[in-house]
Structure formats: C-alpha cells, structure tokens
C-alpha cells in the first residue's frame, strides 16, 4: 500500500497534452526559421536552442528510447521511457 492508502505505482505525467507542449510542438520549425534567418540585427538565442526542444519533445516518449528496470525485490521488470536531461546535454 502507498502513502495515501492506494497502491504506489509509477505514474508518468501526460505532458504531451499540457499547453507549453503543444506551443513548442507546434512552432518549434517557425521558430527554427526565424533563429536561422533573422529579419533584424536584434539578439537572438544560439541556434543550439533548437536542438535541445527537439530532445525535450522526443523525452518520455517511449519510441524514441525505454530503460528497461527490473525491481530487485519481486522481480518484475518494466520499461520506462528515456529522459533528457539538459544538464548532460551534447549539443
């Protein structure tokens, strides 16, 4: 039993449904566009920037990559979707 009195499973959040999500999704390329070919000589983000909302998009997401835990308690063992982590970035 958990905490509340229910079972304590891992429950992954829904962010592909949350609104920040879908902005990033659905301008991410427009605004790629605008960063690589500017209008004006105003300062802009580095380019970078583009690759790292890629991977925050794709994290979480099991198509793009699982970890594979087995509970060394029971046994089971279940895959969990990979996770960015701008920290350890490579961009």
Do not use: N
């Not at 039993?1 to 949350?18: D, F, I, L, N, T």
């Not at 609104?19 to 209008?39: N, S, Y």
């Not at 998009?57 to 990559?65: M, V, Y």
């Amino acid at each position: 039993m958990g905490e509340w009195g229910g079972e304590s499973r891992y429950r992954p959040r829904e962010r592909v449904k949350g609104p920040l999500f879908r902005v990033v999704l659905d301008h991410l390329e427009e605004f790629a566009l605008q960063l690589a070919w500017p209008r004006d000589s105003k300062p802009r983000p580095q380019l970078r920037v583009i690759d790292r909302f890629r991977k925050c998009i794709e994290c979480g997401i099991h198509r793009f990559g699982v970890a594979r835990y087995r509970c060394p308690k029971c046994g089971d063992d279940t895959a969990m979707p990979a996770a960015y982590s701008p920290g350890r970035a490579s961009a």
